[in-house]
T-cell receptor, first 118, second 108 residues
Framework: GAVVSQHPSWVICKSGTSVKIECRSL??????MFWYRQFPKQSLMLMAT?????????EQGVEKDKFLINHASLTLSTLTVTSAHPEDSSFYIC??????????????FGPGTRLTVT | RKEVEQDPGPFNVPEGATVAFNCTYS??????FFWYRQDCRKEPKLLMS???SGNEDGRFTAQLNRASQYISLLIRDSKLSDSATYLC?????????FGAGTRLTVKP
């Protein structure tokens, strides 16, 4: 199956700093990428959807100025958590889809990035 | 109401048992349905898609009832390695929506 990588896999940062997480599709062109957040013992919650070359569409309740998403190429999307706080500590997972249409499944998930803000 | 609701679990079963998970979804326009498996601190991995006619993959059987907006997953002859969280996933307008997951622990 298709491979999606994320970097870093684990990051610890101090409160107030910014953290950038990269998501790459390794063997296909990801027209659409998704960013999810998962708190312990909870489900994945969609944060935003990004199409290459367009602004990301954020889910209700997700601050776009805090979670900056850039999908500048067909193989790379980045999520930057700005001015991180301890409550931003979570497991962040990206996924990528080759096409724009809902029918062009499947979504391939990255291995996730565990963020801990101290 | 949540878009995708699952049995809260957890399910603790002995090896060899049969276990069933249920899921309901609220968006009647949904067209694609999946069961994913997620191991602790790992990303979700596709277990199987769910088709209207029902489908089987080895010990796993998935059923879909569109009228009731209900999906199920049956695991027969459960193995220790089946221990994981099972996520019901339904496509939304342009993305996938996840249930909260049901934790399964298979014990010797």
């Amino acid at each position: 199956g298709a491979v999606v990588s994320q970097h870093p896999s684990w990051v610890i940062c101090k409160s107030g700093t910014s953290v950038k997480i990269e998501c790459r599709s390794l063997d296909f062109q990801a027209t659409t990428m998704f960013w999810y957040r998962q708190f312990p013992k909870q489900s994945l919650m969609l944060m935003a959807t990004s199409n290459e070359g367009s602004k990301a569409t954020y889910e209700q309740g997700v601050e776009k100025d805090k979670f900056l998403i850039n999908h500048a190429s067909l193989t790379l999307s980045t999520l930057t958590v700005t001015s991180a706080h301890p409550e931003d500590s979570s497991f962040y997972i990206c996924s990528a889809r080759e096409g724009l249409a809902v029918s062009s499944y499947e979504q391939y998930f990255g291995p996730g990035t565990r963020l801990t803000v101290t | 109401r949540k878009e995708v609701e699952q049995d809260p679990g957890p399910f603790n079963v002995p090896e060899g048992a049969t276990v069933a998970f249920n899921c309901t979804y609220s968006n009647s326009a949904s067209q694609s349905f999946f069961w994913y498996r997620q191991d602790c601190r790992k990303e979700p991995k596709l277990l199987m898609s769910v088709y209207s006619s029902g489908n089987e993959d080895g010990r796993f059987t998935a059923q879909l009832n569109r009228a009731s907006q209900y999906i199920s997953l049956l695991i027969r002859d459960s193995k220790l390695s089946d221990s994981a969280t099972y996520l019901c996933v339904v496509n939304g307008n342009n993305d996938m929506r996840f249930g909260a997951g049901t934790r399964l622990t298979v014990k010797p």
